[in-house]
């Protein structure tokens, strides 16, 4: 493993950033009610989505004008917070989340496909749910620290198989619920584990999502192609991320070279172990994040 170079400050807030670098989360209000009321009424106005099951606007086959019109609803309503909060970022992808009551609801444990260098920038998702959200209906759950430990490229649209994902044994009990009001932010690191358990109430669970990249970083795309072997391409501009149907390899885009996922592997119960030493107060010691770049 190696020492990567520090990223910039992600939060204005002094605290509040280290608090976020080393626990790869943090929380804090972000709307008023009457914003969280707003925003479910432009959103009702576009359509009904969502049922029983998960359901994620960004994941589902909608149009592109619908899924165009929701990024826009969803950026302009968390545009305030968003600048309030991060050091010169901009958005690149949003959801609207409809977590439906009972079976199949639950999202599993999984880290956020990577689109930036983490050496040197970090992306992050500003997750804001608008109900309240504990364990009777599917809060997100997070392990802290785990955005610190490196276990593959996270790349789309799957994860090479080398990399043994240390994540798909791990369970519910493994997490840390985190439990907040309608409105209340929970803004994580795109590389932390999270996932949320079933909803076990009779009413959908609603969330809405922004990532956001910092304006200065160049953005990119790892591909892993049916070889295993994961391809750097260049994204122009992040626009085109909301673009791109990446079940196939898309040509158009300039490639940056392969990069190397030469690493041990990493068990879960070494995932688990590493993201604690760091949450507990080791940061950047045992992280690797990054390092994958040949
Ligand atoms: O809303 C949820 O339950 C999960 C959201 C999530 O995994 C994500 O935004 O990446």
Redesign the pocket.
Known sequence: MTTPSQPGPVLQDLGLNQEFLQQGVVTRPFFSSEQVAELRSELDQLGTFGGTG?Y?T?AAALESAQREAIHRILCSAFAQGASELLVDYEPVMS?F?V?GPGQDSQ?EI?R?FRLLDESQFRAV?I?V?LVDVDESN???AVIRGSHQVDTGPRSVPMTPRYSQDPLLELSFEDTETVPVLAGEAVVFD?ALA???DMNHSNLP?Y?A?V?YAPKSAPLSLYFCDSDDSVEELEIPHPDVFRQIDWRARPDYLQSLGKISGDRPPTTSAEFLDQSRTISQGSPHKQSSVGSESA
């Open positions: 998960f994620d960004a959801s989340i977590k999202k999984h956020d998702c997750w749910p599917g809060a997100l795109m999270h996932g949320s669970r969330a999502a990532a």
